[in-house]
Every structure is written in C-alpha cells, then in structure tokens.
C-alpha cells in the first residue's frame, strides 16, 4: 500500500466529520481558525520532516511514494497536519454539549 492511499481515509474521515459541524455556531470562525492552524502545521512539517530526512532519521522507499516532494519531504506527509488542524476542532465541537446562546441565536 502506497502512503498516498493510507492517507485516503484520514482525510475523508475529516471532510465527513468536519461536514457534520457545518450547521453549528461559528462554523465559519472554527474553519478559519483550521485553515490557520493548517498553514502553520504545513510550514513546521516543512521544515522539520525536511531536517530529519536530511540527517537520516528516516526515508521514504520510491516505489511507495507519489514522487512529489517539498524538498526531502513526500508531499503525502502534508496531509497528515492538514487533517488534525481540521479534524481536532471539528470532534471537539461535535462532542461538546450544545450550549443556548444567550442572546437567541
């Protein structure tokens, strides 16, 4: 199995989910604060899965690999942070009691 194809049900684990919390409040604050905190996360694995490929840490076999890469790094390894900075806000808001807002919304 390739890790473009391991990566399949985590990301559509989080469209599904993070689908579910669309009709709650502030959906479109928490999706903001996602896609903040995804960048972020894209840029740190960036940077730092590109620092332990380099010394050695760990490598990636070609054949199980796209061949697209950010520096050392297979592009598969980005969806990982993506999908956390999603998933993560999306079950807390599902699995939090739903409070009234006080002012009737």
Not at 12 to 32: C, E
Not at 33 to 61: Q, R
Not at 91 to 96: A, F, I, V, Y
């Amino acid at each position: 199995m390739t890790y473009a194809l391991l990566t399949i049900p985590f990301l559509i684990v989080t469209a599904v989910i993070t689908a579910a919390t669309l009709s709650r409040p502030d959906a479109g604050r928490r999706l903001r604060a996602s896609a903040v905190a995804a960048v972020a996360l894209v840029c740190l694995t960036a940077v730092f899965d590109n620092v332990m490929i380099a010394v050695g840490l760990f490598t990636y076999p070609d054949h199980l690999i796209s061949g697209i890469r950010i520096g050392l790094a297979p592009i598969e390894d980005f969806s990982y942070p993506i999908a956390a900075a999603f998933l993560l806000p999306s079950l807390r808001c599902l699995l939090s009691p739903r409070i009234p807002r006080e002012d009737g919304a």
